[in-house]
């Protein structure tokens, strides 16, 4: 955009981000604004709030087309997205913040309300909680600093990436880095594929974060460093960074969206209405964008793995175009799956007497539960993400090789893979639920589990290779 107006008034530019709560009343005091000062240019990027009236509206944009409109800004009021003012204090603003009311329906909790609280206090922003604060706020704002040299020729490089992005399409473009979701039934060697994937430099494993807000933040069980999850220090930056700190209310909201979208018998209608579901999927999402986002910055990666493996959940997460999806479906004889959901097994992480054992399914549930999944998890080849399939059993023999296949396939960074061989050294790490195997360190072999060869009764056997027919012996599986 080109200041015609230079000399006469200023640039207000008004960040509403990619939350999909409604934020009516931001855009609302922004037309006013504009109304009454038509000598300033206001744009509002108001996302999926309905467009201003009177100032220009802009609904989405890609990273660096974004960072060109911030660079140009001579005020910046942004909504209580911590990275959305990170941006705007990047550009040498100091923004307005205007927080999300949750009472209004404007977020799920009030995680912006309390980080505009800290935020004030530490002078990074001035914020706006009503119509005339606003207007004092703007009335008063003071210039941007002095961009330096090195501002300058990012902010000319971010005009010019501008212009190809329009080129090439608009959109809403991912803002978490990649993220690898590893699919697949229960039991089929994630842990270990996850606890190898961690001592690769640059990698940020994360354990299944679907169960974050129940075992994490409610019941306070142990992270993988060994640490409640309360204590850690990963887990309480991330939480700072993506909703102001966690709040155990708030595992009520994440239950109630993903009730309405993360449950088997919601795939059918979030694929065949996928514009109608798309809010409520949105909406239900938002909570990964945001641990995804938080938990590559606090880590310093390039890449973040969740090894949560429900293929419901990676459905969802396919339809944000704000998260750089790639899928690793993982797939195991289901036999051995079978086998080792029959085990009883002690969960170390468990705070309460009632969670000290890992869930136990019969061969029959265990083999139905196997291919559901199994199936859902090939659906997701009929989505925009990349997707591919790597077996357990071929993962532990030759983990390297493996790996840069699917690597390959996934579009992703090799650089580390190097360091993966069949005998790994483990180190401490922050996943927050998973196998036992999570708080093992040290030395490890890479080996494959067929204690079910010699330990499961042979009626079991043949009877989950019965039910698993012809989808079994299609994976390549057929020993007994």
Not at 400 to 421: K, N, T
Request: glycine fraction near 8%.
């Amino acid at each position: 955009m080109n200041r015609s107006h230079a000399g006469h008034g200023r640039r207000v530019v008004v960040l509403l981000g990619t939350d999909v709560h409604p934020f009516d009343r931001l855009v609302t005091w922004a037309d006013a604004w504009a109304g009454d000062h038509p000598d300033d240019e206001v744009v509002v990027q108001h996302g999926y709030t309905l467009a201003p009236r009177v100032a220009k509206a802009v609904r989405l944009l890609p990273p660096r087309e974004l960072a060109a409109l911030v660079a140009e800004a001579d005020v910046v009021v942004t909504h209580g997205g911590p990275g959305t003012m990170a941006d705007a204090r990047a550009a040498g603003h100091l923004p307005v913040l205007v927080p999300r009311d949750p009472a209004l329906g404007e977020h799920v909790d009030g995680h912006q309300q309390r980080f505009a609280t800290w935020a004030e206090r530490k002078g990074l922003t001035v914020v706006a909680r009503d119509a005339d604060a606003f207007r004092r706020a703007l009335t008063a704002a003071p210039a941007r600093g002095a961009a330096s040299e090195d501002g300058r020729v990012a902010t000319t490089t971010a005009r010019v990436a501008a212009v190809v992005d329009e080129l090439l399409g608009d959109g809403a473009a991912p803002t978490t880095g990649p993220v690898l979701y590893v699919a697949g039934s229960g039991r089929s060697g994630s842990t270990l594929l996850e606890r190898v994937l961690g001592q690769v430099p640059g990698v940020a494993t994360l354990g299944e974060v679907h169960h974050l807000w129940e075992r994490g933040v409610r019941k306070d069980e142990l992270c993988g460093c060994g640490e409640a999850f309360s204590r850690c220090p990963f887990w309480s930056e991330v939480g700072r960074r993506a909703f102001g700190g966690w709040d155990p209310a708030a595992a009520d909201v994440v239950a109630r969206d993903a009730d309405a979208v993360d449950r088997h018998r919601r795939v059918p209608a979030n694929l065949l209405a996928r514009r109608r579901r798309r809010a409520a999927v949105l909406r239900y999402t938002e909570h990964y964008r945001a641990i995804y986002a938080a938990a590559r910055d606090v880590a310093g990666a390039r890449l973040v793995v969740d090894s949560g493996k429900h293929p419901t959940l990676a459905l969802c997460l396919a339809q944000d175009p704000r998260i750089d999806l790639r899928v690793l479906h993982l797939v195991r004889d289901p036999i051995g799956v079978a086998y080792s959901w029959s085990k009883q097994v002690e969960r170390p992480e468990a705070r309460e007497a009632e969670d000290a054992l890992m869930t136990r399914y019969s061969p029959a549930l265990s083999s139905a539960l196997w291919g559901l999944t199994t199936l859902e998890a090939e659906l997701l080849r009929t989505t925009r993400v990349p997707v591919v399939r790597m077996r357990y059993e071929d993962f532990v023999a030759h983990p390297r090789e493996r790996l840069e296949e699917a690597w390959a396939g996934l579009g992703l960074d090799p650089l580390g893979l190097e360091r993966v061989a069949t005998t790994m050294h483990l180190e401490p790490n922050h996943t927050v639920a998973g196998n036992p195997m999570r708080f093992r360190t040290g030395e490890v072999a890479l080996r494959p589990d067929t204690e079910w060869k010699q330990r499961m009764p042979r009626g079991d056997r043949w009877a989950v290779a019965a039910l698993t027919l012809p989808l079994r012996t299609s994976l390549g599986y057929r020993d007994v």
